[in-house]
Antibody
Framework: QVQLVESGGGVVQPGRSLRLSCAAS????????MHWVRQAPGKGLEWVAV????????QYAESVKARLTISRDNSKNTLYLQMISLRVEDTAVYYC??????????WGQGALVTVSS | QSALTQPASVSGSPGQSITISCTGT?????????VSWYQQHPGKAPKLMIY???KRPSGVSNRFSGSKSGNTASLTISGLQAEDEADYYC????????????FGIGTKVTVL
């Protein structure tokens, strides 16, 4: 069965960096577009970034451009999100999600990132 | 991001039908048949319930159905059950230059 498992979350001070990972299993990872979606505490969902199946194309929400970088290693079946210059408003649960067509058909359990001094 | 508009809460008794609306613009909901609906129980990951406006993934109950008219999409849950109590989010592909997908603010469904 499809499984997506995020890791790398934690508490970090403003201005610091963090890298999230998303380990995929149960499907051919290299065939699928992958996304990051985040959810601030008590808030709704916000799309963050997408990377094509081969890593050749990526797009970001304007609010995170230049500070967040999506990448993938198809040999390791893993998606990454490198976050730099973190802000308090980046505090959220970060989900990786598999993209199929124009929807997100499977989601991981999420990784909590807390940015606080 | 400018979120899609959803009612904050909807409630119904077991066995009843409820409908959740999701209003956007011609740049998102009205411009594409790419509306999805997600169910999220507290502390859990979202689960895809409807995609491409009205298609149901394998394994999702046929009590869930979707539709769209103009800039407003709707999710109907028929034969409401206790397990349907959750938050529901709509999303749409968008032609915005600042983000690729937009989500609704979420609707809390309460089973009375």
């Amino acid at each position: 069965q499809v499984q997506l498992v995020e890791s790398g979350g934690g508490v970090v001070q403003p201005g610091r960096s963090l890298r999230l990972s998303c380990a995929a299993s149960g499907f051919t990872f290299s065939d699928y577009t992958m996304h990051w979606v985040r959810q601030a505490p008590g808030k709704g969902l916000e799309w963050v970034a997408v990377m094509s199946y081969d890593g050749g194309n990526k797009q970001y929400a304007e609010s995170v451009k230049a500070r967040l970088t999506i990448s993938r290693d198809n040999s390791k079946n893993t998606l990454y999100l490198q976050m730099i210059s973190l802000r308090v408003e980046d505090t959220a649960v970060y989900y990786c999600a598999r993209g199929t067509g124009t929807t997100f058909d499977y989601w991981g359990q999420g990784a909590l990132v807390t940015v606080s001094s | 991001q400018s979120a899609l508009t959803q009612p904050a809460s909807v409630s119904g008794s077991p066995g009843q039908s409820i409908t959740i609306s999701c209003t956007g613009t011609s740049s998102d909901v009205g411009g594409y048949n790419y509306v999805s609906w997600y169910q999220q129980h507290p502390g859990k990951a979202p689960k895809l319930m409807i995609y491409d406006v009205s298609k149901r993934p394998s394994g999702v109950s046929n009590r869930f159905s979707g539709s769209k008219s103009g800039n407003t999409a709707s999710l109907t849950i028929s034969g409401l059950q206790a397990e349907d109590e959750a938050d529901y989010y709509c999303s749409s592909y968008t032609s915005s230059s600042t983000f690729l997908y937009v989500f609704g603010i979420g609707t809390k469904v309460t089973v009375l």
